[in-house]
């Protein structure tokens, strides 16, 4: 079964609105969390890195206060989409791991629509 | 230069040919290479991981590696039409970093 969870599946909001996506990793700590989105046809691209407790950091291009990550417990990290356009519609997936070394476990992912 | 460049197909095999698919990429101090398999509308799986020069082999898959060459390689056997989909290498940057291809499309034909 999943060892990383993500929630919601699929989620439908409204331009201006600010929407949240969970990732919880079921049966480990997490000690590191990433954040990805990925377009139709292309590939996967690393937003952020989330180390619990600390704050993320973000890659080159990704605007740290349009995607805010908290990774507040070993086990859960939210991504907030805050002023969804439409052009931040993508499938946007998590993935985490122990720490160095470690196996890394994607989500199941999660499709934004802004409509 | 991306980091790391993949053909992105289609790739078309005959049903129980051999698929073969090929990655490159830029950092030669990688350690840590993946392969993962990607269904249209679903999250990556990983298939194999492989870190040391040379094959290995895991059932159906076997994944080769040339540090030299900077080249990491997926070989499927026995191709079923279930094996169908997008494969994405990944190559470990840094501490935990996963750097993706953009993908290769293939495309088992019965």
């Known amino acids: 079964g999943a060892v990383v969870s993500q929630h919601p599946s699929w989620v439908i909001c409204k331009s201006g609105t600010s929407v949240k996506i969970e990732c919880r990793s079921l049966?480990?700590?997490?000690?590191?969390m990433f954040w990805y989105r990925q377009f139709p046809k292309q590939s996967l691209m690393l937003m952020a890195t989330s180390n619990e407790g600390s704050k993320a950091t973000y890659e080159q291009g990704v605007e740290k206060d349009k995607f805010l990550i908290n990774h507040a417990s070993l086990t859960l990290s939210t991504l907030t989409v805050t002023s969804a356009h439409p052009e931040d519609s993508s499938f946007y997936i998590c993935?985490?791991?122990?720490?160095?070394?470690?196996?890394?476990?994607f989500g199941e992912g999660s499709w934004l629509t802004v409509v | 230069q991306k980091e790391v460049e993949q053909n992105s197909g289609p790739l078309s095999v005959p049903e129980g040919a051999i698929a073969s698919l090929n990655c490159t990429y830029s950092d030669r101090g990688s350690q840590s290479f993946f392969w993962y398999r990607q269904y249209s509308g679903k999250s990556p799986e990983l298939i194999m991981s492989?870190?040391?020069?040379g094959d290995k082999e895991d059932g159906r898959f076997t994944a080769q590696l040339n540090k030299a060459s900077q080249y990491v390689s997926l070989l499927i056997r026995d191709s079923q039409p279930s094996d169908s989909a997008t494969y994405l290498c990944?190559?470990?940057?840094?501490?935990?970093?996963?750097?993706f291809g953009q993908g290769t499309r293939l495309t088992i034909n019965p």
């Open positions: 993935s985490a791991t122990r720490g160095v070394g470690n196996t890394i476990y």
């Open positions: 990944a190559v470990a940057v840094g501490a935990q970093k996963l750097v």
């Open positions: 049966d480990f700590q997490a000690t590191t």
């Open positions: 492989i870190y040391s020069n």
